[in-house]
């Protein structure tokens, strides 16, 4: 394997062949299997197989960690739903509009301690530093989670707020996710500080992107609606960069969020980010994160050959229509 892709298939096949208790249990399991087979793009177990395979262990020996990290993402996506009352997910019911909220609960709960177990099934002679790493991330990602219903809220966020939050919520985990593969690899904590570096970087860029596909993406290939960010007075990269420059721009912008949601405020706050020059602000942070991820590639051990598919992954992420 040396591509995304690769990776990707991998681990959704092994995703697909895990068999969850029946039975009596059916009601604590089946909405697991449910979140864990909707699909997605399988970054981060994807990243963690590749950083594992570049410092010199086969893909397969580190299939346990990449499955703990996607139970985990998906946990985590249990709950977010639920604290946002949103009733869909990749494109079906969420867990809690299919059953019920205490169900969305209590699977995602099991599912943290199945991550937990999964993830302690690296070889011994890493685990203690594995273990760490991963509740380091748990808990930026909860704090992650926090800051960010908070945002929603408060009325004072700054650009340096809302990347905080990012860099909690979802560049902790790509980070982990890269650190993770890389020490089960075998690396040395310099390499594995350096991937965990790149992971963090390439999340910031993720998000940005995702951000400005929300507004500025084709709705045939978003694989969403466009403008929900704005519809839900979200706090983007994208209204808080514009809110953040003086000038009539702002003041229309904000006077502009508060109209009722729909088209119309979709069609309004667009065109008052075009004229702010957000979308080329947007571009700008993107490709400035993308080059901090990629000096942290190129400052690892890594030969030149099998650092080319991590450059990929930034190219592709940050590059991508959906």
């Not at 991963?134 to 809220?153: C, K, P, S």
């Not at 993406?217 to 609606?225: N, Y």
Request: hydrophobic content about 40%; aromatic content about 6%; overall charge negative.
């Amino acid at each position: 394997m040396n591509k995304l892709s690769d990776y990707s298939a991998h681990i959704e096949k092994v995703l697909r062949d895990i068999e969850y208790p029946g039975g009596v249990l059916t009601s604590l399991y089946e909405p697991i299997s449910y979140a864990m087979q909707a699909g997605g793009k399988r970054i981060r177990p994807s990243l963690l197989l590749m950083a594992a395979d570049s410092f010199g262990l086969k893909a397969e020996e580190a299939e346990s960690a990449a499955v703990g990290i996607e139970l985990f993402h998906n946990f985590t996506l249990l709950h977010d739903d639920v604290m946002d009352a949103s009733d869909v997910r990749r494109g079906r019911p969420s867990v809690h509009a299919r059953w019920d909220v205490n169900t969305a609960i209590l699977s995602g709960d099991t599912m943290l301690t199945l991550a937990t177990q999964a993830i302690c099934r690296v070889p011994d002679s890493c685990l203690r530093e594995v273990i760490d790493t991963f509740n380091r991330m748990a808990i930026r990602v909860y704090e992650g989670q926090r800051l960010d219903m908070d945002f929603e809220t408060s009325e004072d966020v700054t650009l340096d707020d809302y990347l905080r939050m990012v860099a909690d919520k979802t560049g902790a985990l790509l980070g982990a996710s890269a650190r993770i593969g890389a020490l089960i690899g075998g690396a040395s904590e310099k390499d594995a500080s350096r991937m965990e570096e790149y992971g963090m970087m390439l999340g910031l860029a993720f998000q940005i992107q995702d951000d400005w596909l929300d507004v500025f993406g084709d709705p045939s290939t978003f694989g969403k609606p466009i403008g929900g960010d704005i519809n839900n007075n979200k706090k983007s990269y994208l209204l808080l960069s514009a809110l953040s420059q003086e000038g009539p721009e702002a003041v229309a912008i904000r006077e502009a969020m508060k109209f009722p949601a729909g088209p119309g405020k979709v069609t309004t706050v667009t065109r008052l980010f075009e004229k702010a020059g957000v979308s080329e602000k947007c571009r700008a942070a993107i490709n400035s994160y993308s080059k901090k991820a990629l000096a942290a590639l190129k400052a690892t051990s890594l030969s030149e050959e099998a650092r080319e598919p991590f450059r990929l992954i930034v190219e592709k992420l940050t590059g991508r229509k959906k």
